[in-house]
């Protein structure tokens, strides 16, 4: 079945490393994505991986792939308030046009 | 390069009536996509087109709602009539070749009262 969940909220110190995790149900996706969505803006790829990898960094992004257990997260070194966005967990199918998205996890930045 | 527009921004509507989404897609892009985001939820697929040929519409709710997309080229979604479970936020997107990154419009926000 098609499903992604992730959890709704994460609230990190400025500075710190903010770690948002995802699970998807069917492993026979081709690519994983990572979307970014600011207040007022429209959805902003920020990072794939192909499901052929285990790792994928840029810049102050890594994502990291678990095929064995259907697990994606996005770490973000060094937080930034301009890091304070929808952060939403997607896949999609190498034949399919459709993009399977979660819910979205709203990152918070304390001071 | 301009990227996707959609027109309005925001739209408030009561229940019963009519409204009409506008998507203007990349220039030179053929694929054109649907999406909404209901009630803060995860953001569902509604229908992707080719051109002006409708090449998946398994997304679409139910008959209330009708895409179309006349010369290929901007899009709209009209939602006829409306009801209190549409309100959310209506993504559209483009892409140049089928597997190719979707790029996507800053949505429009909207309230059925």
């Known amino acids: 079945g098609e499903d992604v969940e992730q959890s709704l909220f994460l609230s990190v110190r400025e500075g710190d490393s903010s770690v948002i995790n995802c699970t998807y149900t069917?492993?026979?996706?081709?690519?994983l994505y990572w979307y970014k969505q600011e207040p007022g803006a429209g959805l902003q790829l920020l990072t794939y991986i192909f499901s052929n990898m285990d790792m994928k960094q840029d810049q102050r992004l890594t994502v990291l792939l678990n095929k064995k257990d259907k697990h994606l997260s996005l770490r973000i070194a060094d937080t930034q308030t301009g890091d304070s966005a929808i952060y939403f967990c997607a896949e999609k199918f190498e034949s399919a046009s459709k993009i399977i998205f979660g819910s979205g996890t709203r990152l918070s930045i304390r001071p | 390069e301009a990227g996707v527009t959609q027109f309005p921004s925001h739209s408030v509507i009561e229940k019963g009536q009519t409204v009409t989404l506008r998507c203007d897609p990349i220039?030179?892009?053929?694929?054109l996509y649907w999406y909404r985001r209901v009630m803060g939820k995860e953001i569902k697929f509604l229908l992707h087109f080719v051109k002006e040929s409708k090449q998946d519409e398994s997304g679409m709710p139910n008959n209330r709602f009708l895409a179309e997309r006349t010369g290929g080229t901007y899009s709209t979604l009209k939602v006829q009539p409306a009801e209190l479970e549409d309100s959310g936020v209506y993504f559209c997107?483009?892409?140049?070749?089928?597997?190719?990154?979707?790029?996507f419009g800053p949505g429009t926000r909207l309230t059925v009262l």
């Open positions: 997107a483009s892409s140049l070749g089928q597997g190719g990154e979707q790029f």
């Open positions: 220039s030179g892009h053929d694929n």
């Open positions: 069917d492993s026979s996706s081709t690519y």
